[in-house]
């Protein structure tokens, strides 16, 4: 079935024309600011959670929309469970229903679905939703969605590292052999490409152990909105702002003032 394009935003508005190559494929997204978007209203935390469903929605719709072909949000970090019980009671259990209710409009679209995180403490039910999701997703290729969930960077490294030292106890592979390349297929998901974009919503400019390794080179963008009142035009904006960086990766070039 090839995928229905998703439903414009609600105020018309259409996405930037950015030439050709400034596109980023992969963007990355901390999705914060919902307790205190909530409280700020009188609310309970829990409830800017709840309003985020529908910015994360919006903004898979409308990177579609611009041509990102990937992007990773993070949704629970390993460092998460500090939090009162009851939060993290509720974020597990509203992450089971979004995967449950957004599904099938994620496969519609053309979404692929791909968990990435770490096993242990997550609840079984929420791993069970993103296994249905992944499975029902699988073939797509319209946008890859990972979803982190109990995900931290410093846990994906060194899940990495325990599963390579392993592999080399068995002889699979050699120390000598062992490269940026080889670190790379032993992430949660191999197949990642790197981070081009690395957003941040919320008003907070650190990362929170968010993809570390693939973002490495990634462009940084912060927004003052909290995620609740984050949307599909601020993302466009952050790609605008994204098509007018120079990406060095290191490298130089000469630009000689008046020549
Ligand atoms: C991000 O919003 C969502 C999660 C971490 C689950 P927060 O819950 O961190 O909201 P703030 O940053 O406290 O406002
Ligand atoms: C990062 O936000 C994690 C997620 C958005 C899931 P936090 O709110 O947990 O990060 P800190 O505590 O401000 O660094
Ligand atoms: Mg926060």
Not at 90 to 108: A, H, T
Not at 117 to 125: A, E, F, V
Request: hydrophobic share 40%; aromatic share 8%.
């Amino acid at each position: 079935m090839s995928p229905i394009p998703p439903p414009a935003h609600s105020s018309g508005a259409r996405p930037p024309a950015l030439p050709a190559g400034s596109v980023p494929n992969h963007v990355a997204v901390v999705m914060d600011g919902n307790g205190r978007w909530a409280n700020a209203r009188g609310l309970p935390r829990t409830e800017g959670h709840r309003v985020g469903e529908e910015t994360l929605m919006d903004v898979i719709a409308g990177a579609i929309e611009v041509g990102v072909k990937e992007i990773s949000a993070y949704a629970f970090s390993t460092e998460n469970w500090k939090r009162s019980p009851a939060e993290v009671r509720f974020i597990m259990g509203f992450s089971r229903q979004v995967l449950r209710n957004q599904r099938d409009d994620l496969n519609d679209w053309g979404v692929r679905v791909r968990w990435i995180g770490r096993k242990p403490k997550l609840w079984k039910s929420v791993l069970s939703e993103l296994r249905a999701a992944e499975e029902l997703t699988r073939n797509n290729d319209v946008l890859t969605l990972n979803l982190a969930i109990n995900y931290g960077g410093r846990a994906e490294i060194a899940d990495a590292m325990r599963a390579m030292a392993e592999d080399v106890q068995r002889g699979v592979i050699s120390p000598k052999g062992i490269s940026e390349r080889t670190v790379g297929r032993y992430l949660y998901a191999p197949s990642m490409s790197d981070v081009d974009l690395f957003i941040r919503t919320g008003g907070e400019q650190r990362t929170s152990n968010f993809l570390m390794w693939e973002s490495a080179y990634a462009e940084l963008y912060f927004s003052d909105k909290a995620w609740p009142d984050f949307d599909r035009r601020e993302l466009w904006k952050a790609c605008e702002a994204y098509a007018t960086r120079e990406r060095r990766f290191g490298g130089a070039v000469d630009h000689v003032a008046g020549e």
